[in-house]
């Protein structure tokens, strides 16, 4: 079994920056690809960004790129998502997601564990 916790979610102003951390447990984290999803009120969840195990190879979604960055610390047990010029239609729910075995990066159902989410809300 592998435990994720996230953490690092909150209210920001449209423009702003938040960095979102998920400490996972369990397993050897270098075993595992990491991403992150969200999901809105009233929408279905979807893929902002992945990261391969050894942090070397990243893969966003077109609304997040050049905005958010996916990276990982293979000592520390823990993946971060730094988010930069915030939008209102980022708000939702974010999750970390861990994948044991390499698959479609961008689909939920390729994930095999998924922590508890972190709010996260932008103001216009």
């Known amino acids: 079994q592998v435990q994720l916790v996230e953490s690092g979610g909150g209210l920001v102003q449209a423009g702003g920056s938040l960095r979102l951390s998920c400490a996972a447990s369990g397993r050897t984290f270098s075993s595992l690809a990491m991403g992150w999803f969200r999901q809105a009120p009233g929408k279905e969840r979807e893929f902002v960004a992945r990261v391969s195990r050894s942090g070397g190879a990243t893969y966003y979604a077109g609304s997040v790129k050049g905005r958010f960055t996916i990276s990982r610390d293979n000592a520390k047990n823990t993946e971060y998502l730094q988010m930069n010029s915030l939008k209102p239609e980022d708000t939702a729910v974010y999750y970390c997601?861990?994948?044991?075995?390499?698959?479609?990066?961008?689909?939920?159902?390729?994930?095999?564990?998924w922590g508890q989410g972190t709010q996260v809300t932008v103001s216009s």
């Open positions: 997601a861990a994948q044991l075995v390499s698959g479609a990066p961008d689909q939920p159902y390729a994930y095999d564990y």
